[in-house]
């Protein structure tokens, strides 16, 4: 793993080993951030299943000004700092906050926060043939407090496995559908 572009382009990121961890394929990320072009341009970014920072730092090395990073997993903070230190990027432009996402939400806007980006490429759920989705990138899409989180303008971009059908509920808009392999990575506007 590494960072494909920006001020860090090329640093190679540690990840834990074993299961407990997919991060998201450089060819995915390229994909993904080639389409957003210069968005990220002085950007607030929440970062959602943070994991070790594949995603956030590359949002970071690409020119977001602000990041919230949530990560439930200690463990995966420890990377998720470690690359943050290795990689040369602000670190004073991060918060990294270890916690459960849908708990930090609530508190998020109560403390009046809103980010021009909210990125997320949580673990996959299971296939879902004949049934509604029980994924974590279903229950993101369910949030109704997620999409009070957006600035004016801002974009969702949420991670999924092709074999997770999911419904997008009536305050999410999709603007653009990437697939790369088993990933899909649908990008959303809420048009409230």
């Given at each position: 793993?590494?960072?494909?572009?920006?001020?860090a382009?090329?640093r190679?990121?540690?990840v834990?080993?074993?299961?407990g961890?997919?991060?998201t394929p450089?060819k995915?990320?390229?994909?993904?951030?080639?389409?957003?072009?210069?968005?990220?341009?002085?950007a607030?970014?929440?970062?959602?299943?943070a994991?070790?920072?594949?995603?956030g730092?590359?949002?970071?090395?690409?020119?977001?000004?602000?990041m919230?990073?949530?990560e439930?997993?200690?463990k995966?903070s420890?990377f998720?700092?470690?690359?943050l230190?290795?990689?040369?990027?602000?670190?004073?432009?991060v918060?990294l906050r270890v916690?459960?996402?849908f708990?930090?939400?609530?508190?998020l806007?109560s403390?009046?926060?809103?980010?021009?980006?909210?990125?997320?490429?949580?673990?996959?759920?299971?296939?879902?043939v004949g049934?509604?989705?029980?994924?974590?990138?279903?229950k993101?899409?369910?949030?109704?407090?997620?999409p009070q989180l957006?600035a004016l303008?801002?974009?969702?971009?949420?991670?999924?496995?092709?074999?997770?059908?999911l419904?997008?509920p009536?305050?999410?808009?999709?603007?653009?559908?990437?697939?790369?392999?088993?990933?899909?990575?649908?990008?959303l506007?809420?048009p409230?």
């Amino acid at each position: 793993m590494r960072i494909i572009g920006g001020l860090a382009a090329g640093r190679l990121l540690k990840v834990p080993e074993g299961l407990g961890v997919r991060p998201t394929p450089d060819k995915v990320k390229l994909a993904v951030f080639n389409s957003l072009g210069t968005f990220l341009d002085g950007a607030r970014v929440l970062d959602l299943f943070a994991g070790s920072g594949a995603l956030g730092l590359e949002c970071l090395s690409r020119g977001a000004r602000e990041m919230v990073s949530i990560e439930l997993s200690e463990k995966h903070s420890r990377f998720y700092r470690q690359n943050l230190v290795s990689t040369g990027l602000p670190t004073a432009s991060v918060l990294l906050r270890v916690q459960d996402v849908f708990t930090a939400f609530p508190q998020l806007k109560s403390a009046g926060r809103f980010f021009d980006l909210i990125i997320a490429d949580p673990p996959y759920g299971e296939k879902n043939v004949g049934r509604r989705s029980v994924s974590l990138a279903q229950k993101l899409l369910d949030d109704e407090v997620l999409p009070q989180l957006l600035a004016l303008g801002g974009l969702f971009i949420v991670g999924h496995t092709k074999r997770d059908t999911l419904e997008l509920p009536a305050f999410w808009k999709e603007r653009k559908e990437l697939k790369h392999g088993d990933t899909v990575m649908r990008f959303l506007i809420s048009p409230a």
